[in-house]
């Protein structure tokens, strides 16, 4: 069975950082592209940041170019997003999911507010 859990979201003040972290499981992650998407409230759910199977090739979308850092640990199955400089536009619900499927946690909710 596949399951992605992300975790880390929360609350924080603009020009905060949070690292969000996705535990996968249920699939061979290390042959995965692995991709990081967010959802804001009455919008549809984009693509941030995605890293190739082997931690090369990081993209990011121009939203969160020079602020985000996307990460994997293939030996522990995890993906995560190092987020800086955080915009109140960044406000959504964070998702990991990997390439070509359809597969998708339940996403952490990030809130930056002051």
């Known amino acids: 069975q596949v399951t992605l859990v992300e975790s880390g979201g929360g609350l924080v003040q603009p020009g905060g950082s949070l690292r969000l972290s996705c535990a996968a499981s249920?699939?061979?992650?290390?042959?995965?592209?692995m991709s990081w998407y967010r959802q804001a409230p009455g919008k549809e759910r984009e693509l941030v940041a995605k890293i190739g199977e082997t931690g090369g090739s990081p993209w990011y979308s121009d939203a969160v170019k020079d602020r985000f850092i996307i990460y994997r640990d293939n030996a522990k199955k995890t993906l995560e997003l190092q987020m800086n400089n955080l915009k109140p536009e960044d406000t959504a619900v964070y998702y990991c999911?990997?390439?070509?499927?359809?597969?998708w946690g339940q996403g952490t909710r990030v809130t930056v507010s002051s």
């Open positions: 249920g699939f061979r992650f290390a042959s995965y592209v």
């Open positions: 999911n990997a390439a070509f499927t359809s597969w």
